[in-house]
């Protein structure tokens, strides 16, 4: 079982920046694929971006020149550093990861506010 926490949501002015951690635990040398996804106030859930055990990477077209998904294997910790933060980029930002053999896990979700 692999049990996400999200953290690094804050409150920033538009054009900031702000950088999310996912950290997972327990059997992660099954995570193969990890994600970042949001849900606006009233929105649906969204895609954001992902990233592979191999690295590579898949981004949301509105956030790919602004977004970077990373992964530090050793820290089992996934990152979103976010730039140029818009006030539609305020949401509930949500780890998502999956690994061989078992059901994706979903973390608890951590607030971005993007406001002046």
């Known amino acids: 079982q692999v049990h996400l926490v999200e953290s690094g949501g804050d409150r920033v002015q538009p054009g900031g920046s702000l950088r999310l951690s996912c950290a997972a635990s327990?059997?992660?040398?099954?995570?193969?694929?990890t994600a970042w996804w949001r849900q606006g106030p009233g929105t649906q859930r969204e895609f954001v971006a992902s990233?592979?055990?191999?690295?590579?990477?898949n981004y949301a077209d509105r956030v790919r020149s602004r977004f970077t998904i990373s992964k530090e294997d050793s820290a089992n910790t996934v990152y979103l550093q976010m730039n140029n933060l818009k006030p539609e980029d305020t949401a509930v930002y949500y780890c998502?990861?999956?690994?061989?053999?078992?059901?994706?896990?979903w973390g608890q979700g951590t607030q971005v506010t993007v406001s002046s």
């Open positions: 998502y990861a999956q690994s061989s053999g078992t059901s994706p896990v």
């Open positions: 990233i592979l055990s191999t690295g590579d990477t």
């Open positions: 327990g059997d992660t040398k099954k995570i193969y694929y």
